[in-house]
């Protein structure tokens, strides 16, 4: 998650539409080049929450789960060394990367008023938030059992920091080779668009049929309702 971004927010909520159209191309930019990184180093990115980003790496018949996790966990190195500190319109925005392993159940809920969500849950979606709670920006950690696994597993050879019994800071890994396939994207048939539409926010969707390229920033000011289940996981 990006730590700065509520106050850039703010900064340029001061601005009004002008600054509005400002944050929307920051957080893009930003985020693009994130997405690169992860996609550089065999990662998807699954979801993004506000200023935090999701990315999965898999495990199969090919990846054990802890060579995906020195995957992940490379990625997050890479990205603090090339992406953290950025400074845009006087606020500095730094990094807090937090990595877990284990099953992740991807799930497809709702269908009220026609609207459907892709949400994912499991065990360390809890962890990484845990993880996140005692890492400083500009750092990456990760749970002790994914900690153990580099060790025991692979050849990452982990350096860094027990800050408790169940997290890490991870200070640097043995370089694993990042020259693979990707697995061959499937391009999105006209029969898909009406399904696809159904994932989609109204707000957004309104944008489309008013013939708009790109979707324009707002800022409004709102009374947030925030629900968890916590049992999913």
Same mark, same amino acid.
């Given at each position: 998650?990006?730590?700065?971004? +509520?106050?850039?927010?703010?900064?340029?909520? *001061?601005?009004?539409?002008?600054?509005?159209?400002?944050?929307?191309?920051?957080?893009? #930019?930003?985020?693009?080049?994130?997405?690169?990184?992860?996609?550089?180093?065999?990662?998807?990115?699954? /979801?993004? %929450?506000?200023?935090?980003?999701?990315?999965?790496?898999?495990?199969?018949?090919? &990846?054990?789960?802890?060579?995906?996790?020195? *995957?992940?966990?490379?990625? $997050?190195?890479? !990205?603090?060394? /090339?992406?953290?500190?950025?400074?845009?319109?006087? @606020?500095?925005? &730094?990094?807090? !990367?937090?990595?877990?392993?284990?099953? @992740?159940?991807?799930?497809?809920?709702?269908? @009220?008023?026609?609207?459907? #969500?892709?949400?994912?849950?499991?065990?360390?979606?809890?962890? @990484?938030?845990?993880?996140?709670?005692?890492? +400083?920006?500009?750092?990456?950690?990760? +749970?002790?059992?994914?900690?153990?696994?580099?060790?025991?597993? &692979?050849?990452? #050879?982990?350096?860094?920091?027990?800050?408790?019994?169940?997290?890490?800071?991870?200070? $640097?890994? /043995? %370089?694993i080779d990042t020259t693979f +396939?990707?697995?061959?994207?499937?391009?999105?048939?006209? #029969?898909?668009?009406?399904?696809? *539409?159904?994932?989609?926010?109204?707000?957004?969707?309104?944008?489309?049929?008013?013939?708009?390229?790109?979707?324009?920033?707002?800022?409004?000011?709102?009374?947030?309702?925030?629900?968890?289940?916590?049992?999913?996981?």
């Amino acid at each position: 998650d990006i730590s700065g971004f +509520t106050n850039l927010t703010e900064r340029l909520a *001061r601005l009004g539409a002008m600054g509005t159209a400002r944050l929307t191309g920051i957080v893009n #930019e930003y985020f693009q080049q994130l997405l690169e990184l992860v996609h550089r180093h065999g990662g998807a990115v699954a /979801k993004f %929450a506000g200023d935090a980003m999701i990315a999965l790496w898999r495990a199969d018949d090919d &990846t054990s789960l802890a060579e995906s996790g020195w *995957r992940a966990v490379q990625c $997050a190195l890479d !990205i603090q060394q /090339k992406r953290n500190a950025f400074n845009v319109d006087g @606020v500095s925005l &730094t990094l807090r !990367i937090a990595v877990a392993s284990g099953t @992740v159940s991807m799930i497809h809920v709702g269908g @009220v008023f026609n609207r459907w #969500e892709f949400a994912l849950a499991g065990p360390p979606l809890v962890q @990484v938030g845990d993880v996140s709670r005692h890492v +400083t920006p500009g750092q990456v950690g990760t +749970t002790a059992s994914l900690w153990d696994m580099l060790v025991q597993e &692979t050849h990452a #050879e982990p350096a860094g920091l027990a800050i408790n019994e169940r997290v890490w800071r991870v200070d $640097a890994v /043995k %370089a694993i080779d990042t020259t693979f +396939t990707m697995r061959e994207l499937h391009a999105v048939r006209a #029969e898909h668009g009406e399904q696809l *539409r159904q994932y989609l926010p109204g707000a957004v969707l309104e944008r489309i049929r008013m013939g708009h390229a790109s979707f324009l920033g707002e800022l409004r000011r709102l009374t947030l309702l925030f629900i968890n289940l916590p049992e999913l996981n």
